[in-house]
């Protein structure tokens, strides 16, 4: 069973910056479609970014674009999540999700596309 990780969540002040990284347990980066998601409390978990196994650009959620940034580190085997200008919208847990599946860019954003999942860090931004 592949083991997905993560680290990196805390609590920031707003306007800080703040990267959360991702491991697998098993296999190359290369060899799965990786995402991040996050999910607030009362809310639906949500789409925030994702680095396609087959390469291509990596497409982000159009509410963080300006902000986030999602990048794999190949000699380090990790995926990363860049959050520049944290606001306190983005309080949140979250998760980083892997697939094997070369997935269509329809689906890159649906969680049910995904089959592994890390617990999820906490990221709260707040006074």
């Known amino acids: 069973q592949v083991q997905v990780e993560e680290s990196g969540g805390r609590l920031v002040q707003p306007g800080d910056s703040l990267r959360l990284s991702c491991v697998v347990s098993?296999?190359?980066?290369?060899?799965?479609?990786m995402a991040w998601f996050r999910q607030a409390p009362g809310k639906n978990r949500e789409f925030v970014a994702v680095n396609r196994r087959r390469g291509g650009n990596p497409i982000v959620a159009d509410f963080v674009r300006a902000r986030f940034t999602i990048s794999k580190d190949r000699a380090k085997n990790t995926l990363y999540l860049q959050m520049n200008n944290v606001e306190p919208e983005d309080t949140a847990v979250y998760y980083c999700?892997?697939?094997?599946?070369?997935?269509?860019?329809?689906?890159?954003?649906?969680?049910?596309?995904?089959?592994?999942w890390g617990q999820g860090t906490q990221v709260t931004a707040g006074t």
């Open positions: 999700a892997a697939t094997v599946s070369d997935l269509i860019t329809s689906r890159l954003r649906d969680v049910r596309a995904y089959e592994y």
């Open positions: 098993e296999g190359s980066l290369t060899s799965y479609t």
